[in-house]
T-cell receptor
Framework: DTEVTQTPKHLVMGMTNKKSLKCEQH?????MYWYKQKAKKPPELMFV???????INESVPSRFSPECPNSSLLNLHLHALQPEDSALYLC?????????????FGSGTRLTVV | AQKITQTQPGMFVQEKEAVTLDCTYD???????LFWYKQPSSGEMIFLIY??????QNATEGRYSLNFQKARKSANLVISASQLGDSAMYFC????????????FGQGTILTVHP
């Protein structure tokens, strides 16, 4: 079992809907990340949270709104998405300072915007 | 700025044979870590192996070994005794060994293992 849990695994939403993706980890990691991945492409970084504060926003459109309610939870709120936003959304976590162990990823949420 | 290059979009290997997946990188950071991840069709990114830029020995993890040549800036993944379950996308990635260092991925290589 992965140590980073993402829900839901699959999501279909209309362009006028509002939905949220959830990510949870209990490894004591204080850095959490959202990535977007299109088919057969590498993951693209969207947001970085460090100690529950947003530290990096990679110029992501405002229709994506991240939230880190506590050190174990990371949400991605979605509204007014476009069909091109359909992708696999991966959450990851890591130690802030121990970079030698990379990131631990969740299984992702496959999002389809119709 | 960091850049990772994987020049093999796809690779084929016979079951039980060894295969090498290529990765070259470029960075101005003096200290960095190199990683390989496996991504099956299910989507999960699975960590395989890590190599630090100052590590003297090449990393090994079971059937996975990393052929690290610092002067040539290459970090190739060698999979020995390939299994059908090794069929997946493989990503090489790099992260500077500093706080807030971002993990940068290469374009990936799709490995197909034939029986």
């Amino acid at each position: 079992d992965t140590e980073v849990t993402q829900t839901p695994k699959h999501l279909v939403m209309g362009m006028t809907n509002k939905k949220s993706l959830k990510c949870e980890q209990h490894m004591g990691h204080r850095a959490m990340y959202w990535y977007k991945q299109k088919a057969k492409k590498p993951p693209e970084l969207m947001f970085v949270y460090s100690y529950e504060k947003l530290s990096i926003n990679e110029s992501v459109p405002s229709r994506f709104s991240p939230e880190c309610p506590n050190s174990s939870l990371l949400n991605l709120h979605l509204h007014a998405l476009q069909p091109e936003d359909s992708a696999l959304y991966l959450c990851a976590s890591s130690q802030v300072t121990q970079s030698n162990y990379g990131y631990t990823f969740g299984s992702g949420t496959r999002l389809t915007v119709v | 700025a960091q850049k990772i290059t994987q020049t093999q979009p796809g690779m084929f290997v016979q079951e039980k044979e060894a295969v090498t997946l290529d990765c070259t990188y470029d960075t101005s950071d003096p200290s960095y870590g190199l990683f390989w991840y496996k991504q099956p069709s299910s989507g999960e990114m699975i960590f395989l192996i890590y190599q630090g830029s100052y590590d003297q020995q090449n990393a090994t993890e079971g059937r996975y070994s990393l052929n690290f040549q610092k002067a040539r800036k290459s970090a190739n993944l060698v999979i020995s005794a390939s299994q059908l379950g090794d069929s997946a996308m493989y990503f090489c990635a790099m992260r500077p060994i500093t706080s807030y260092g971002k993990l940068t991925f290469g374009q990936g290589t799709i490995l197909t293992v034939h029986p």
